[in-house]
C-alpha cells in the first residue's frame, strides 16, 4: 500500500548519537507507492555519528487512515564504503503519530530490546485481531476472524469455489455431463481430448492389488500404516484364511517376523454423517512379501459384534467382489485422509499455532522470524476457502460420503488423542506405529523422504536456537517464548496436548522439538497429504470421495456394470476431479525459498544459507532414489514441498 505523506527518518549510533530527522523526498519522482523500492542520497547532509545502530521512522499527516506498509530500510554509510549495508527490516504499518524504533537486523530476545514498551504496544494491538475462539466444541482452535494484515499479505486470491465452477461449465459445454456413466471406459474418457483433465495416476491401477499396498506408503494417507502383532477381537481374520498368501508362513510367525502390517479404521462404526449417510469402518491387512511389496491379505469392512459377524474378504475372492472390498476400504480412508491427515493435522493445528504466535511473540522475536515464512497464507486460506468448501452444503457435503458433519464428528474422535510429542514428531510417531525398521518394511518412500527434511529441519532449527540460546538463563528469562510455550498448552490457549516442556521449555531441546514441529506440519505434512490429492482421487474407483449403493455383504461376485453404479455420477465425477486437481497445484515456493525474507541477522543467514544447501542435497537423493522406485514419490522432494500451507 502506497502513501503521500510525509515520512521521515533519524538515524542513531551505536554509542547513541542521534541525526536530525532526515525528510524522505524526491522531488522529480512520486515516492513511496505501492512495491516500489525508494532510494535517498543525503551524503555530507548527514555528519558522520558511527556505525548506525537503530533507525527511527515516523510520518507526518492529519489524514489517520493513510497508513502505510514499510518492508525494511537499508543504509549505506559513504564514509565505510568498505562496509556492508545495514538491513532494518521493518515489516510494519507506519501509523500517525506513532515514531517505531528498529534495530539492525530487528532480531533481539525480549529481555535485551531497547524499545520494549513499543514492542508491548505491538503484542497489545495484535491481540486485539488476532483472536482465538472454539468454533465447535472438541474441535483445534481457530481465528476468529481474518485479520487485516492476513488479508493484506494474500497476494494472490485462490478462489477454489469459482475456478472448479468454471472447469464444470467448460465440461457442460462439451456435453459430457448428461446421463450417467455406461461403462469403465466411459469414466476414462474425462481424461482424453483437448480439454481434458491429465491422466491421474490412479486411472490404470486402480484394480490391481500392489497399488492398493503402495497407496499406504505414497498415497495421500501415509499416516495409518501400523505393524500388526496382534489381530483385533473384532477383525475375524485366521490363519487359516491368509495362509496362502504368507510364503509358507503361518499367521502368527509373519506377525513375529514384523511382515503383517494393519490399517485399521473401526473408529468409523459410529460416527454421524451428513443426511445420515453410513461410511464402512474397515479394518485392512497387509502382508510384506518376498519382493518388499505390501500386498493386501483381508479386508472386514465394519468390526464384529456380538450380534453381527461380518465377511472377511480376500485376494482369492472373485475378481469384482474384492475389488468393491477394496474401494470401500478406500472410501473410509479417504474420510480419514480429508478429516485428519490434511484439515485437522495441519491446516487447522497450524491456524493455530499461528495465532498465538502473533499474540505471544513480538516480530522482533528471533524465533518468530524463524518460523513466520511458513504461516504465510495459511490463515487467508482456511477462512476463505476452506470455509467454504466444508460449510453446509458445500463441497465436502455433496462430494464426500461423510459429509461436513462426518467430517467434523471424526476430527473430534482423533483430535483428542493427538500429541505434538508422537503424532507431530515423526521418528517418534513412525515408532509408534512400528514402521521405522527399514529391513522389516523395506520399501516406504514416505517414510524415507520424510525422514531426511525432518532431519534437516531439525539440525537447522537447532543451530538458530543454541545461538540464541547459549546460555540456559536466556531461555528461562525469555518471557515471550515462554508465555509462547504456555498458551500452546494451557486451556486458555490452544490446549494442545504432548508440547515438549508441558507449557515451558526448560531446555533448548523442548524448544527446538516443537520448532521443529511446527515447521515439519506447515511444510512436510502438509505437502504429503494435499499432493497426491488429483493422482489419487480424480478417478473414483481408485480411491473415491463418495459411493452410492450398500457395500458388500457376501462374497458373491459383481461385474463392472454394478461396480459403476456405486460410484460418483459424471457431475460429481468433475466435481471431484476439478477441486483435487486445484489443492494438488503448488501456489507458493519451495522449502528454503522464502517468499518474504525474515531473518536478516547472521545467524539467521548463515543456518538458512545451510539449511538450503541441505536441502538441495536431499532433493538430489530423492531423485534418484525415484530412478529406481516402482512409482516415483515426488511430493517429499524438497524441490516440491511449499514452506507453508498456501492451498
Given at each position: 500500500?502506497?502513501?503521500?505523506?510525509q515520512?521521515?527518518?533519524?538515524?542513531?549510533s551505536?554509542?547513541?548519537?542521534?541525526s536530525?530527522?532526515?525528510?524522505?523526498?524526491?522531488?522529480?519522482?512520486?515516492?513511496?507507492?505501492?512495491?516500489a523500492?525508494?532510494?535517498?542520497?543525503?551524503?555530507?547532509?548527514?555528519p558522520d555519528?558511527g556505525?548506525i545502530?537503530?533507525?527511527?521512522?515516523?510520518?507526518?499527516?492529519t489524514?489517520?487512515?493513510?497508513?502505510?506498509?514499510?518492508?525494511?530500510?537499508?543504509?549505506?554509510?559513504?564514509y565505510?564504503?568498505?562496509?556492508?549495508?545495514?538491513?532494518f527490516?521493518?515489516?510494519?504499518?507506519?501509523?500517525?503519530?506513532?515514531?517505531?524504533t528498529i534495530?539492525?537486523?530487528?532480531?533481539?530476545?525480549?529481555q535485551?530490546?531497547e524499545?520494549?514498551?513499543?514492542?508491548q504496544?505491538e503484542?497489545?494491538?495484535?491481540r486485539?485481531?488476532y483472536?482465538?475462539?472454539?468454533k465447535?466444541?472438541g474441535?483445534?482452535?481457530?481465528v476468529?476472524?481474518?485479520?487485516?494484515?492476513?488479508?493484506?499479505?494474500n497476494s494472490y486470491?485462490?478462489?477454489?469455489?469459482?475456478?472448479?465452477s468454471?472447469?464444470i461449465?467448460?465440461?457442460?459445454?462439451?456435453?459430457?455431463?448428461?446421463?450417467?456413466?455406461?461403462?469403465?471406459?466411459?469414466?476414462?474418457?474425462?481424461?482424453?481430448?483437448?480439454?481434458?483433465?491429465?491422466?491421474?495416476?490412479?486411472?490404470?491401477m486402480?484394480?490391481?492389488?500392489?497399488?492398493f499396498?503402495?497407496?499406504r506408503?505414497q498415497?495421500?494417507?501415509?499416516?495409518?500404516?501400523c505393524r500388526?502383532t496382534?489381530?483385533?477381537?473384532t477383525?475375524?481374520?485366521t490363519?487359516e484364511?491368509?495362509?496362502?498368501?504368507?510364503?509358507?508362513l503361518?499367521?502368527?510367525?509373519?506377525?513375529?517376523d514384523k511382515?503383517?502390517?494393519?490399517?485399521?479404521?473401526?473408529?468409523?462404526?459410529?460416527i454421524?454423517c451428513?443426511?445420515n449417510?453410513?461410511v464402512v469402518?474397515?479394518?485392512?491387512?497387509f502382508h510384506?512379501?518376498?519382493?518388499?511389496?505390501?500386498?493386501?491379505?483381508?479386508?472386514?469392512?465394519?468390526?464384529?459384534s456380538?450380534?453381527?459377524?461380518?465377511?472377511?474378504?480376500?485376494?482369492?475372492?472373485p475378481?469384482?467382489?474384492?475389488?468393491?472390498?477394496k474401494?470401500?476400504?478406500?472410501?473410509?480412508?479417504s474420510?480419514?485422509?480429508?478429516s485428519?491427515?490434511h484439515l485437522?493435522?495441519t491446516?487447522?493445528?497450524?491456524?493455530?499455532?499461528?495465532?498465538?504466535?502473533?499474540?505471544?511473540?513480538?516480530?522482533s522475536?528471533p524465533?518468530f522470524?524463524?518460523?513466520?515464512?511458513?504461516?504465510?497464507?495459511?490463515?487467508?486460506?482456511?477462512?476463505?476457502?476452506?470455509?467454504?468448501?466444508v460449510?453446509?452444503?458445500g463441497?465436502?457435503?455433496t462430494?464426500?460420503?461423510?459429509g461436513?458433519v462426518?467430517?467434523?464428528?471424526?476430527?473430534?474422535?482423533?483430535?483428542?488423542?493427538?500429541?505434538m510429542?508422537?503424532?507431530?514428531?515423526?521418528?517418534?510417531?513412525?515408532?509408534?506405529?512400528?514402521?521405522?525398521?527399514?529391513?522389516?518394511?523395506?520399501?516406504?518412500?514416505?517414510r524415507?523422504?520424510a525422514?531426511?527434511?525432518h532431519?534437516?529441519?531439525?539440525k537447522?532449527?537447532?543451530?538458530?536456537?543454541?545461538?540464541?540460546?547459549?546460555?540456559?538463563?536466556?531461555?528461562?528469562?525469555d518471557?515471550?517464548i515462554?508465555?509462547w510455550?504456555?498458551?500452546?498448552?494451557d486451556?486458555?490457549?490452544?490446549?494442545?496436548?504432548?508440547?515438549p516442556?508441558n507449557?515451558?521449555?526448560?531446555?533448548?531441546?523442548?524448544?527446538t522439538?516443537v520448532l521443529t514441529?511446527?515447521?515439519?506440519m506447515?511444510?512436510?505434512?502438509?505437502?504429503?497429504a494435499?499432493?497426491?490429492?488429483?493422482d489419487?482421487?480424480?478417478?473414483?474407483?481408485?480411491?473415491?470421495?463418495?459411493?452410492?449403493?450398500?457395500?458388500?455383504?457376501?462374497?458373491n461376485?459383481v461385474?463392472?456394470?454394478?461396480?459403476l453404479q456405486?460410484?460418483p455420477d459424471k457431475?460429481?465425477?468433475?466435481?471431484?476431479?476439478?477441486?483435487?486437481?486445484?489443492?494438488?497445484?503448488?501456489?507458493?515456493?519451495?522449502?528454503?525459498?522464502f517468499?518474504k525474507?525474515y531473518?536478516?541477522d547472521?545467524?539467521?543467514e548463515?543456518?538458512?544459507?545451510?539449511?538450503?544447501?541441505?536441502l538441495?542435497?536431499?532433493s538430489?537423493?530423492i531423485?534418484k532414489?525415484?530412478?529406481t522406485?516402482?512409482e516415483?514419490y515426488?511430493?517429499?522432494?524438497?524441490?516440491?514441498?511449499?514452506?507453508?500451507?498456501?492451498?
Open positions: 500500500m502506497g502513501t503521500d505523506v515520512i521521515y527518518i533519524t538515524l542513531i551505536e554509542d547513541g548519537r542521534r536530525h530527522d532526515l525528510y524522505l523526498d524526491c522531488k522529480w519522482r512520486n515516492d513511496f507507492e505501492a512495491g523500492i525508494d532510494t535517498f542520497t543525503f551524503g555530507d547532509a548527514v555519528i556505525p545502530l537503530k533507525v527511527e521512522i515516523h510520518r507526518y499527516s489524514f489517520t487512515s493513510s497508513e502505510w506498509f514499510m518492508e525494511w530500510v537499508e543504509i549505506t554509510n559513504h565505510r564504503p568498505e562496509d556492508k549495508p545495514d538491513i527490516p521493518f515489516q510494519r504499518w507506519v501509523r500517525s503519530g506513532v515514531r517505531l534495530c539492525r537486523y530487528d532480531s533481539v530476545l525480549p535485551y530490546s524499545s520494549p514498551g513499543q514492542r504496544c503484542l497489545e494491538r495484535k486485539k485481531h483472536v482465538l475462539i472454539e465447535k466444541p474441535m483445534p482452535k481457530q476468529s476472524n481474518l485479520p487485516e494484515d492476513e488479508n493484506f499479505s486470491k485462490w478462489d477454489i469455489i469459482s475456478v472448479r468454471g472447469l461449465i467448460r465440461w457442460k459445454l462439451k456435453k459430457l455431463l448428461s446421463g450417467g456413466w455406461e461403462s469403465i471406459q466411459d469414466v476414462n474418457n474425462i481424461y482424453d481430448g483437448c480439454f481434458a483433465f491429465p491422466k491421474p495416476y490412479g486411472k490404470d486402480w484394480r490391481q492389488d500392489n497399488n499396498g503402495r497407496q506408503l498415497g495421500c494417507n501415509t499416516i495409518s500404516i500388526c496382534e489381530i483385533p477381537e477383525f475375524g481374520v490363519s484364511m491368509v495362509e496362502h498368501f504368507l510364503e509358507g503361518t499367521l502368527e510367525e509373519a506377525m513375529d511382515k503383517i502390517y494393519i490399517v485399521d479404521h473401526s473408529f468409523l462404526k459410529d454421524q451428513t443426511d449417510r453410513k469402518a474397515p479394518m485392512a491387512l510384506v512379501d518376498s519382493r518388499g511389496q505390501l500386498m493386501p491379505i483381508a479386508i472386514q469392512l465394519f468390526p464384529n456380538d450380534t453381527k459377524q461380518h465377511p472377511v474378504f480376500l485376494p482369492n475372492d475378481k469384482g467382489v474384492w475389488t468393491l472390498a474401494i470401500y476400504f478406500n472410501n473410509a480412508d474420510a480419514f485422509h480429508q485428519c491427515a485437522a493435522f491446516h487447522l493445528i497450524m491456524e493455530g499455532i499461528a495465532v498465538v504466535t502473533n499474540r505471544e511473540l513480538s516480530q522475536h524465533i522470524r524463524l518460523i513466520a515464512p511458513h504461516f504465510l497464507f495459511l490463515l487467508a486460506i482456511n477462512s476463505r476457502a476452506l470455509a467454504k468448501l460449510q453446509p452444503g463441497w465436502v457435503d462430494c464426500m460420503t461423510v461436513a462426518g467430517m467434523m464428528n471424526i476430527i473430534k474422535t482423533k483430535f483428542a488423542a493427538w500429541r510429542n508422537v503424532d507431530g514428531w515423526l521418528p517418534r510417531d513412525l515408532k509408534k506405529r512400528g514402521v521405522d525398521d527399514e529391513e522389516a518394511l523395506p520399501y516406504y518412500p514416505y524415507d523422504d525422514l531426511l527434511v532431519n534437516a529441519i531439525k537447522y532449527v537447532k543451530e538458530i536456537v543454541n545461538a540464541h540460546y547459549d546460555k540456559p538463563e536466556k531461555l528461562s528469562n518471557y515471550e515462554q508465555n510455550a504456555n498458551k500452546l498448552v486451556e486458555e490457549g490452544l490446549g494442545l496436548k504432548g508440547v516442556g507449557g515451558k521449555f526448560m531446555s533448548n531441546k523442548h524448544l522439538k514441529s511446527v515447521i515439519f506447515a511444510s512436510v505434512s502438509h505437502a504429503a494435499n499432493f497426491s490429492q488429483y489419487d482421487y480424480a478417478f473414483p474407483a481408485n480411491y473415491p470421495a463418495f459411493l452410492r449403493g450398500q457395500p458388500p455383504e457376501d462374497k461376485d461385474s463392472d456394470e454394478e461396480i456405486h460410484l457431475e460429481m465425477t468433475l466435481s471431484i476431479a476439478a477441486i483435487t486437481k486445484l489443492l494438488s497445484d503448488r501456489g507458493t515456493n519451495n522449502l528454503g525459498c517468499e525474507k531473518m536478516f547472521p545467524i539467521g548463515e543456518a538458512h544459507s545451510r539449511f538450503v544447501t541441505k538441495d542435497e536431499i538430489e537423493i531423485a532414489r525415484n530412478e522406485r516402482p516415483k515426488p511430493y517429499l522432494d524438497p524441490k516440491e514441498v511449499p514452506n507453508a500451507i498456501s492451498i
